[in-house]
């Protein structure tokens, strides 16, 4: 399976805002869902939001919803983050992913860093 383009992210004052985006390949028949993971220096990764493709519904984290919306671009197979309100918890290598199938493994980008600091 292809391989997933990750742009966005970098540095930000606490209370700014940030987009990531990312890319799955154009050749695939289908997509299941894409999003977003992070992991903060000495944490586990954790789940940060996802959308279905199929009804394009969004779901999130408990500590980013409210301050982060994902949506899609479908027929590009491209999915977005806006991160706005960030706090400096927020700081973490972010990691997109996207499932061709349900019952597929998932298959996940670089990563991409966002740091939030004064």
């Known amino acids: 399976q292809g391989q997933l383009v990750e742009s966005g992210g970098g540095l930000v004052q606490p209370g700014g805002s940030l987009r990531l985006s990312c890319a799955a390949p154009?050749?695939?028949?289908?997509?299941?869902?894409m999003g977003w993971y992070r992991q903060a220096p000495g944490k586990q990764r954790e789940f940060v939001a996802r959308?279905?493709?199929?009804?394009?519904?969004?779901y999130y984290a408990d500590s980013v919803r409210g301050r982060f919306t994902i949506s899609a671009d479908i027929g590009k197979h491209t999915t977005y983050l806006q991160m706005g309100s960030l706090k400096p918890e927020d700081t973490a290598v972010y990691y997109c992913?996207?499932?061709?199938?349900?019952?597929?493994?998932?298959?996940w980008g670089q990563g991409t860093q966002v740091t939030v600091s004064s």
């Open positions: 992913y996207y499932a061709a199938a349900v019952t597929s493994s998932a298959i």
């Open positions: 154009l050749y695939l028949n289908s997509i299941y869902d």
């Open positions: 959308i279905l493709y199929g009804d394009s519904s969004p």
